[in-house]
């Protein structure tokens, strides 16, 4: 054991521009505790030294287009598909509502059909006396999901390219669902301490303390399960339609696109009737 273990990384971010040469063999061969200690705090100060914690958490699967934006790197892929539903939405909105009938038809007709239906979700989900507060957020975030799973099924993305990476629909990148997850919990807890102060947080000891721990783990595992439960089911039915468009591209995807566009609505709703639930049982305190 007396040869060197030579630690030399040059593509891992963790050590990029630290070259480490360490006699590490000798070091831990060594009978001394205190030898063994030092020799593991200098290793650590090196592997943390230059490395900002922005590298250390940074995760990246598959092939990005990033924009810089100041000392931070965005998925630019990502950016662009979410701006073209966001104004699929507003042209829709507007064009609807420009000018308003006392009987409504066409775009309007559809539009006052979409409020009816979100506004009828949150008064189940929430209750009679809350509901019209939240039906904004719920229904900004039932229509974005819907409008992007829809775009995934229907637009071909891939047809567009990109100096790095390809774009896709918003809901097919973790990181939008993740968002879109927080935002729910933020909504839900903002929810429950508008309406009861800090008293809001007795419901982690109700109806017995020794359920302390699993109340809290319930609010972690709420947005991981609806986060990932969206990203998978998205990015699932996407893949599965684009390796049979590849083998077989003439009739047999076609089926797989109409269940991936019936999947996709299921989503969004699964999504925001979730998001309502929450929120209903931050404000009753159950």
């Known amino acids: 054991m007396n040869e060197m273990l030579s630690i030399t990384s040059q593509n891992s971010p963790f050590f990029s521009g630290n070259n480490i040469d360490l006699n590490v063999g000798m070091q831990l061969m ?25 590298e250390i958490s940074e995760v990246s699967v598959g092939q990005h287009f990033y924009w810089q934006l100041g000392d931070y790197q965005v998925h630019g892929q990502v950016l662009i598909t979410s701006w073209i539903v966001f104004g699929i939405i507003a042209l829709l909105s507007l064009s609807a509502n420009r000018n308003l009938k006392s009987t409504p038809d066409g775009l309007q007709n559809l ?37 992007s799973n829809w775009s995934g099924a229907l637009v071909p993305w891939r047809l567009l390219e990109l100096p790095n990476g390809e774009l896709a629909a918003p809901t097919n990148d973790i990181n939008t669902t993740v968002s879109l997850a927080l935002l729910t919990s933020i909504a839900y807890f903002y929810a429950g301490l508008r309406k009861k102060g ?88 159950h």
Request: some cysteine.
């Open 30 to 54: 060594t009978d001394k505790a205190e030898t063994k200690t030092q020799f593991l705090f200098e290793l650590c100060q090196d592997f943390v030294k230059g490395n900002s914690l922005f």
């Open 198 to 285: 800090l008293g809001y947080f007795k419901r982690y000891v109700e109806p017995a303390a020794f359920l302390l721990p699993i109340n809290i783990l319930e609010d972690f595992t709420k947005p991981l399960s609806l986060s990932f439960r969206l990203f998978g089911n998205i990015l699932a039915d996407e893949l599965v339609v684009g390796v049979l468009i590849t083998l077989v591209p003439l009739v047999v995807p076609i089926p797989l696109m109409l269940l991936g566009l019936f999947t996709s609505a299921i989503q969004a709703l699964v999504f925001a009737t979730l998001a309502g639930a929450y929120i209903g049982e931050a404000l009753e305190g």
């Open 111 to 147: 539009t006052e059909y979409i409020t009816e239906f979100i506004r009828d979700l949150a008064k189940t989900q929430i209750g009679e006396e809350e509901y019209l507060t939240w039906v904004p957020f719920l229904g900004t975030i039932f229509l974005f999901i819907f409008v």
